[in-house]
């Protein structure tokens, strides 16, 4: 078996979650049977099993906090609605975990010590809700609005909610209101008015402290993401030094005496620890005497998330372009270990800073060996609001190995370069990240890195919308375009997805397709399907809520009324699949369209080593996808 395919096969673990008030009880998530489902870990015994197992698989989930409940997300085929279960952590029955509560798409989910939960639902009938569901009683709603909600965050003793909201229409700045649980308001924290832009607010926890209301927040009033306290009870604003370039994000050590900082800067992040002063104290900027950050050792690349144990160690996921995942200790040991194949390394990310119309652009590039030009693969992210990093990712390790370059670029609209980097992606959706895409595509071909007519655009979820428009705006720049779970045809797109992302399309566009019809038609990939010059490949799942089937059929339509060539593959799923050997066909059929449509190194009609064509790649999960 070749190396490429050998880490599309090797199992894979994600972090362990761990029980607030039974910490040696976890949950984690694994591929380790074929397709991702939940796995429950008693540390004390060793012991483990598998708590979910349905044929789509299953991500969503986490444990009470007493350790003896498992919830996890029950939707259909992938279609991300559903209700919630749950089950004994030691194993037995799955039960409603809210009945009554109707089937919906999530919106967060906080479980209290006593058993109580609030959960946040969303329909496109009834727009954003939240409910508090106590032990043997019936669901009682405390807020609704038809614009984007969720669930933050419940206080350690029960008695206060955090709720981010978009009530005032932007769907990319969110407000924080805090209630009582009979949905009394509290307190509410907004930086969307009085000033001349709107910042946004994220909730990052209450403090893990009987009594103590501070509730740590993300927000943007530098520039940037970046933590501070505020105690919703008194009003009173913490901010914290954390002298760190890029985007910052917390969590709070067990006992509330510190904050665990994850540091993400320039496609990499690193673990800080912030000591803050005695629990509960205010007044000044909450830190201990001397300098509050002290460095958690982890290696160069990217710390994909991070947790404290009570013992004050802290567990983290990391991975580099070259080094698959681990789940690590600062111990020094590996926390969980899969069985099975190991999978092998790849090469590792070289970083290339571009100048581009909107500032200097980054982008991320692995390239076999040898000499150039390569044929090259720009692999396009999803999101928008997501960005590449050095970490290990199958597909493009599978695209190196068989003889190509590979660029990843975050282009205006990514995340991890300040808040004016993402939020310059507005009314001229689309186009703005293909102006980045080209002008790093200039970079690469003048570099001698990518041969100009061997250049191939691809992505998933936003980066497949990004391919099919920029297919059809820079026809003459590409010679193949995979697109996988794309917005084809956006005013289908946005009649049919989910209510959340038409919040989302309306802010980005200024608009309904009613309102702005311009602004969706220049957006829009089937506006111009008639200019497409290169093969396209296209896959999309039937259940996909995301990026709907009907407006992918409606540009396939259009493919076919002027028989260009071209292949669309649909499978029974949502937004990716769960499944890994659903994954080996989506990455075998991709390889195979480049093989007999794109030249190889050697100018040949195949691509060096594609012969037996059977690879895996991890799944492209809605949150992986992330859009």
């Given at each position: 078996?070749p190396d490429?395919?050998?880490?599309?096969?090797a199992?894979?673990?994600?972090?362990?979650d761990?029980?607030?008030?039974?910490p040696d009880r976890?949950?984690?998530?694994?591929?380790?049977?074929?397709t991702?489902e939940?796995y429950?870990?008693?540390?004390?015994?060793g012991?483990?099993?598998?708590a979910t197992?349905?044929?789509?698989?299953?991500?969503?989930?986490?444990?009470?906090?007493?350790?003896?409940?498992?919830?996890?997300?029950?939707?259909?085929?992938?279609?991300?609605f559903?209700?919630?279960m749950r089950q004994?952590f030691?194993?037995?029955?799955?039960?409603?975990?809210?009945?009554?509560?109707?089937?919906?798409?999530?919106?967060?989910?906080?479980i209290?010590?006593?058993?109580?939960?609030?959960?946040?639902?969303s329909t496109?009938?009834?727009?954003s809700?939240?409910?508090?569901?106590?032990?043997g009683?019936?669901?009682?709603?405390?807020?609704?609005?038809?614009?984007?909600?969720?669930?933050?965050?419940?206080?350690?003793?029960?008695s206060?909610i955090?709720?981010?909201?978009?009530?005032?229409?932007?769907?990319?700045?969110?407000?924080?209101r805090v209630?009582?649980p009979?949905?009394s308001?509290?307190?509410?924290?907004?930086?969307?008015?009085?000033?001349?832009?709107?910042?946004?607010l994220?909730?990052?926890?209450?403090?893990?402290?009987?009594g103590?209301?501070?509730?740590?927040?993300?927000?943007?009033?530098?520039?940037?993401?970046?933590?501070?306290?505020?105690?919703?009870?008194?009003?009173?604003?913490?901010p914290l030094?954390?002298?760190?370039?890029?985007?910052?994000?917390?969590?709070?050590?067990p006992?509330?005496?510190?904050l665990?900082?994850?540091?993400?800067?320039?496609?990499?992040?690193?673990l800080?620890?912030?000591?803050?002063?005695?629990?509960g104290?205010?007044g000044?900027?909450?830190?201990?005497?001397?300098?509050?950050?002290?460095?958690?050792?982890?290696?160069?690349?990217?710390?994909?998330g991070?947790t404290?144990r009570?013992?004050?160690?802290?567990?983290?996921?990391?991975?580099?372009?070259a080094?698959?995942?681990?789940?690590?200790?600062?111990?020094?040991?590996?926390?969980?270990?899969?069985?099975?194949?190991?999978?092998?390394g790849s090469?590792?990310?070289t970083?290339a800073w571009?100048?581009?119309?909107?500032?200097?652009?980054h982008?991320?590039?692995?390239q076999?060996?040898?000499?150039?030009?390569?044929?090259?693969?720009?692999?396009?992210?999803?999101?928008?609001?997501?960005?590449?990093?050095d970490?290990?990712?199958?597909?493009p390790?599978?695209?190196?190995?068989?003889?190509?370059?590979?660029?990843?670029v975050?282009?205006?609209?990514?995340?991890g370069?300040?808040?004016?980097?993402t939020?310059?992606?507005?009314?001229?959706?689309g186009?703005?990240?293909?102006e980045?895409?080209?002008?790093?595509?200039?970079?690469?071909?003048?570099?001698?890195?990518?041969d100009?007519?061997?250049?191939?655009?691809?992505?998933?979820?936003?980066?497949?919308?990004?391919?099919?428009?920029g297919?059809?705006?820079?026809?003459?720049?590409w010679?193949?375009?995979?697109?996988?779970?794309?917005v084809?045809?956006?005013?289908?797109a946005?009649?049919?997805?989910m209510?959340a992302?038409?919040?989302m399309?309306?802010t980005?566009l200024?608009?309904?397709?009613?309102?702005?019809?311009?602004r969706?038609?220049?957006?829009?990939?089937?506006t111009?399907?008639?200019?497409?010059?290169?093969?396209?490949?296209?896959?999309?799942?039937?259940?996909d809520?995301?990026?709907?089937?009907?407006?992918?059929?409606?540009y396939?339509?259009?493919?076919e009324?002027?028989?260009h060539?071209h292949?669309?593959?649909?499978?029974?799923?949502?937004?990716?699949?769960?499944?890994?050997?659903?994954?080996i066909?989506q990455v075998?059929?991709?390889?195979?369209?480049?093989?007999?449509?794109v030249?190889?190194?050697a100018?040949?009609?195949?691509?060096?080593g594609?012969?037996?064509?059977?690879?895996?790649?991890?799944?492209?999960?809605?949150?992986?996808?992330?859009?």
């Amino acid at each position: 078996m070749p190396d490429w395919e050998k880490r599309f096969r090797a199992p894979r673990i994600g972090l362990p979650d761990w029980a607030e008030h039974a910490p040696d009880r976890s949950l984690f998530v694994s591929n380790a049977t074929g397709t991702f489902e939940l796995y429950a870990w008693d540390r004390a015994s060793g012991s483990q099993r598998q708590a979910t197992d349905r044929p789509h698989g299953t991500t969503d989930g986490t444990l009470s906090p007493d350790g003896e409940w498992i919830w996890w997300f029950s939707d259909t085929d992938g279609d991300e609605f559903g209700v919630w279960m749950r089950q004994p952590f030691a194993g037995g029955p799955d039960e409603p975990a809210a009945p009554g509560l109707a089937a919906s798409y999530p919106g967060g989910l906080a479980i209290g010590r006593d058993g109580t939960a609030v959960i946040g639902r969303s329909t496109d009938d009834e727009g954003s809700t939240v409910h508090v569901v106590s032990p043997g009683q019936p669901a009682v709603e405390i807020y609704r609005h038809r614009e984007s909600a969720g669930v933050g965050d419940l206080s350690h003793d029960g008695s206060l909610i955090a709720i981010e909201h978009t009530e005032h229409g932007d769907a990319m700045h969110s407000a924080i209101r805090v209630v009582r649980p009979d949905g009394s308001t509290v307190a509410e924290l907004d930086d969307t008015k009085g000033g001349t832009e709107e910042l946004g607010l994220s909730v990052m926890g209450f403090a893990p402290v009987d009594g103590d209301a501070r509730l740590l927040v993300g927000h943007q009033r530098r520039g940037r993401w970046e933590p501070m306290i505020w105690n919703p009870l008194t009003g009173l604003e913490t901010p914290l030094a954390i002298d760190l370039p890029g985007d910052v994000g917390a969590d709070w050590y067990p006992d509330g005496s510190a904050l665990l900082i994850e540091h993400e800067y320039q496609a990499r992040s690193e673990l800080w620890r912030y000591d803050l002063a005695e629990p509960g104290l205010e007044g000044d900027t909450a830190t201990a005497p001397g300098h509050p950050l002290t460095r958690v050792q982890t290696p160069t690349g990217t710390v994909s998330g991070a947790t404290a144990r009570p013992d004050g160690t802290v567990e983290y996921l990391w991975s580099s372009a070259a080094q698959p995942p681990e789940v690590r200790s600062t111990t020094g040991k590996v926390v969980l270990d899969p069985p099975g194949m190991k999978a092998p390394g790849s090469v590792p990310v070289t970083d290339a800073w571009v100048e581009g119309p909107g500032g200097r652009i980054h982008a991320l590039v692995q390239q076999p060996a040898g000499t150039g030009p390569f044929p090259t693969v720009f692999d396009i992210h999803g999101g928008p609001t997501w960005h590449d990093s050095d970490a290990f990712a199958s597909s493009p390790a599978a695209w190196v190995d068989h003889g190509f370059a590979v660029v990843r670029v975050n282009y205006r609209g990514s995340t991890g370069y300040g808040r004016a980097w993402t939020d310059a992606l507005k009314h001229r959706v689309g186009l703005i990240e293909l102006e980045d895409i080209a002008a790093v595509r200039e970079w690469a071909v003048s570099s001698g890195l990518a041969d100009p007519d061997r250049l191939v655009l691809a992505g998933g979820s936003w980066g497949g919308y990004l391919t099919l428009l920029g297919l059809g705006t820079q026809p003459d720049a590409w010679a193949l375009g995979l697109a996988a779970v794309p917005v084809a045809d956006y005013v289908t797109a946005y009649n049919d997805e989910m209510e959340a992302l038409k919040a989302m399309d309306r802010t980005l566009l200024g608009g309904t397709p009613e309102e702005v019809p311009e602004r969706f038609e220049a957006s829009s990939p089937l506006t111009y399907v008639d200019a497409v010059k290169a093969p396209v490949y296209i896959s999309a799942g039937v259940n996909d809520p995301r990026c709907p089937i009907q407006q992918v059929e409606n540009y396939v339509q259009r493919l076919e009324g002027r028989a260009h060539p071209h292949e669309v593959y649909r499978y029974d799923a949502g937004h990716g699949s769960l499944v890994v050997e659903e994954r080996i066909k989506q990455v075998r059929l991709e390889l195979d369209f480049a093989r007999r449509h794109v030249a190889g190194p050697a100018g040949e009609g195949e691509m060096a080593g594609a012969a037996g064509l059977s690879g895996l790649s991890e799944p492209n999960t809605p949150s992986e996808l992330n859009g």
